[in-house]
């Protein structure tokens, strides 16, 4: 693995623990019943979403690591779609998580774009290293 794709792991790895504090406290708030969680659907329904979505997407890029450095692109679109990969476990997750910060909102804000951002960073990333693949 070439040193860019172990220090993109590195940064990857490191968010692992933040999944983890997320779910914790997502627990935390099913077992104290705190207000604006369990009788706000949205908030609840995006904080779900942001922390599944989390986890799956950094186990999805830690694996995708593995494949960039035996990709046949070039070694700018390499580090493109490995910054790409990557920027999606942390993007997509703060856009459902920031766009219902507070308890009373019933709606999400305009930061619900950070997860649109994070769904073409990870729909760019993935095709430019697929074809890479090919």
């Known amino acids: 693995m070439s040193p860019a794709s172990l220090s993109t792991a590195g940064v990857l790895l490191v968010t692992v623990p933040l999944v983890a504090v997320g779910g914790v406290s997502l627990l935390s708030f099913l077992m104290r019943n705190v207000p604006g969680y369990l009788d706000n659907p949205v908030r609840r329904g995006l904080w779900r979403a942001g922390h599944a979505h989390a986890g799956v997407l950094v186990l999805f890029a830690l694996v995708a690591m ?25 993007l997509m997750p703060l856009g ?32 430019t290293l697929g074809v890479g693949l090919l």
């Not at 070039?74 to 990557?86: E, F, Q, V």
């Open 66 to 90: 593995l494949y960039v450095d035996q990709a046949s692109l070039p070694d700018g679109l390499r580090a493109l779609s490995r910054w790409l990969i990557a920027a999606a476990p942390i």
């Open 96 to 127: 459902f998580f920031l766009s219902v910060v507070r308890p009373s909102d019933t709606k999400p804000s305009r930061l619900i774009w950070l997860t649109v951002a994070g769904g073409v960073c990870l729909a760019v990333g993935t095709l």
